[in-house]
């Protein structure tokens, strides 16, 4: 099999990722802890694993879940481990443009080649077992093959969806992370808060240490009735005691479990870093059962890479991405926008968001009255909220905005009018994120070489 019958073979199978904004709309208060709900089960997942040898249990695992800050935790965690001298996979989703993006060993993405024989070796699985899986579960599969192909010492595992039947929960996390604690994926009804909470505790096994990446609250309880080693909340067992912006990023003062940390370099915007970044130290601490060196810390935040985090991918304009895709997300990120950004020109705002996310309040989070320009789009996705019905909210909130289809439309026609000291802020979700990330870069490619 080769790199494109590979690719036309995942897209063969179900992508769960593409239908889930409904599969947890109303998810019950209380739910089994065990057993299919809803069709989910792990039944799949669980049979390909034990065919091809249980490659997941080959290394040491932290396994991370949360409503944001997921992929930012990940890689700082997986850029410490690496700083440590350890051999270390990375499982993220989604990809920015290739799927290969989402599988990574010591910070190299799986190459095609490697991508497309491990897939046809899935494909004849499939065949012998007469099981059919999605294509997270076969794409998750591949990540856990490749990593103990390559003799990973430990795999940074991040969920796709909730946690409880992800595919990733087939591992026996030695760490299992939960950030927080948001409505995505639920239409906010009663008890939203300990129907999520549930179902992201999922993800703890009983030898399992668990870091909480925020205060938790009531919300505790779920965190605490699986039989896990320990529990490690932040504000109480680990505090960010002091985060402060900084040129290129923030300065963080970190009081853990094992060490204090002070004057952190976190070379990313937003308050919200600094305690993703906090967060990592304390679940690498956790799996390691010692304070880390500082120099380490200081070396490895300096190597990671956030891709639509808040990344800032041209000037003159400015243009700013953000895969920012849920009210919580979209306020955090806007928050930080109008802290970091010097306001000099006039700042316009591309926004599009995908279903089951409510069009008024995504806008209200974005703080679209105090922006210069709204342009409403739409990614390339059967899940994408029409442009139309987005301007539409817009305009019921007395914005004039305009609408262009294609976002890679729009950020050619955002970047030709701007000026110099424009500012461009690109965001609603992670897909059109991707869309307009990867068309900047192929059109400053294409200039740089002269095409």
């Not at 992508?15 to 019950?28: C, I, S, T, V, Y």
């Not at 990593?147 to 087939?170: K, S």
């Not at 299992?176 to 505790?201: Q, R, S, Y």
């Not at 920012?324 to 000099?344: K, Q, Y």
């Amino acid at each position: 099999m080769d790199y494109k019958s590979a690719l036309d073979y995942l897209d063969g199978h179900t992508n769960l990722e593409g239908g889930r904004a409904d599969r947890f709309k109303e998810p019950a208060p209380t739910m089994p802890t065990a057993g299919k709900t809803d069709g989910l089960s792990l039944d799949a997942m669980a049979a390909f694993m034990e065919a091809l040898g249980d490659p997941h249990k080959a290394y040491r695992t932290i396994h991370l879940t949360g409503t944001n800050g997921k992929g930012s935790t990940a890689r700082a965690s997986a850029a410490l481990l690496q700083e440590l001298g350890l051999s270390v996979g990375l499982y993220t989703s989604p990809d920015m443009g290739r799927v290969n993006e989402r599988i990574m060993w010591d910070g190299i993405e799986i190459p095609d080649g490697d991508f497309a024989r491990i897939i046809g070796l899935l494909a004849e699985v499939e065949t012998k077992l007469g099981v059919t899986p999605s294509r997270f579960e076969l794409l998750t599969a591949a990540a856990f093959v490749w990593f103990a192909e390559q003799g990973t010492e430990v795999a940074v595992v991040e969920v796709g969806l909730l946690g409880r039947f992800d595919a990733t929960n087939v591992i026996d996390s030695d760490v299992a992370i939960i950030t927080n604690i948001g409505k995505d994926h639920t239409t906010g009804g009663p008890d939203w808060e300990h129907a999520v909470a549930e179902e992201k505790a999922g993800i703890i096994k009983p030898d399992s240490r668990v870091v909480l990446g925020s205060p938790m609250g009531e919300l505790r309880q779920y965190f605490d009735n699986p039989p896990a080693a320990s529990v490690w909340e932040a504000g109480a067992d680990f505090n960010v005691v002091g985060n402060e912006v900084a040129v290129g990023g923030r300065l963080i003062d970190l009081h853990t479990v094992h060490g204090v940390y002070n004057e952190l370099f976190v070379p990313f915007h937003g308050r919200h870093q600094g305690h993703n970044f906090a967060t990592a130290v304390a679940a690498v601490e956790a799996l390691l059962d010692r304070e880390i060196d500082r120099d380490l810390i200081d070396a490895a935040f300096s190597r990671v890479n956030l891709p639509a985090r808040f990344e800032i991918v041209a000037r003159n304009p400015t243009v700013v991405i953000d895969g920012a895709h849920n009210p919580d997300g979209a306020a955090t990120v806007t928050g930080t926008l109008f802290e970091s950004m010097a306001r000099t020109g006039s700042w316009i705002l591309i926004v599009g968001i995908l279903q089951g996310k409510h069009p008024k309040e995504m806008l209200e989070a974005f703080r679209i009255k105090d922006f210069d320009a709204v342009i409403c789009t739409q990614a390339d996705s059967n899940r994408a909220v029409p442009a139309e019905e987005l301007a539409q909210a817009a305009t019921a909130m007395g914005i004039t905005p305009q609408t262009v289809v294609d976002s890679r439309e729009a950020i050619t026609r955002a970047v030709s009018v701007g000026a110099d000291d424009d500012l461009i802020f690109v965001s609603g979700s992670l897909y059109v994120a991707a869309e307009v990330r990867a068309h900047l870069i192929a059109a400053m490619d294409a200039t740089q070489s002269g095409g």
